[in-house]
């Protein structure tokens, strides 16, 4: 699907407390980024940044759907490492946003219960 017609993009509510929590401390240039980036991932919804991440055992998605996680830079050091997690539903054409935060948050990835979490608030 990727370069046919752009995907809807849809937040969660996780994801919408979680940006909201990043915005505040990186300021204008930050949402700026952001905005540029989905408006990116509206069009490709596999950039070269972004990886397919494997579901935590207890999660659940519909048949087609696929979980990523995509890596963005923003300043130096770990707060200025950001990844978003997404999922994509290619019938639909959309893409849902988990949740967004920095490597200084969570070297890795936020736990997986709390994943699980994120993923049942919009499923």
């Known amino acids: 699907m990727t370069g046919s017609n752009p995907f809807s993009i ?3 509510q996780k994801f919408k407390n979680s ?6 401390k990186r300021g204008k240039g930050f949402l700026d980024l952001i905005a540029e980036i989905l408006e990116d991932l509206a069009k490709n919804q596999y950039p070269k940044d ?9 999660a659940r998605l519909p048949e ?3 979980f990523h996680k995509l890596a963005v830079r923003f300043a130096s050091g770990a707060s200025g490492q950001i990844r978003l997690m997404y999922v994509v539903d290619p019938v639909a054409c959309k893409i849902r946003l988990v949740w967004i935060y920095s490597h200084e948050e969570f070297e890795k990835r936020p736990p997986d219960k709390d994943i699980t979490s994120a993923l049942e608030d919009f499923l």
């Open 64 to 66: 087609g759907w696929t």
């Open 10 to 12: 849809e937040p969660s």
């Open 19 to 24: 940006f909201k929590a990043l915005a505040k």
């Open 50 to 58: 972004s990886r397919q991440e494997p579901l935590p055992k207890k």
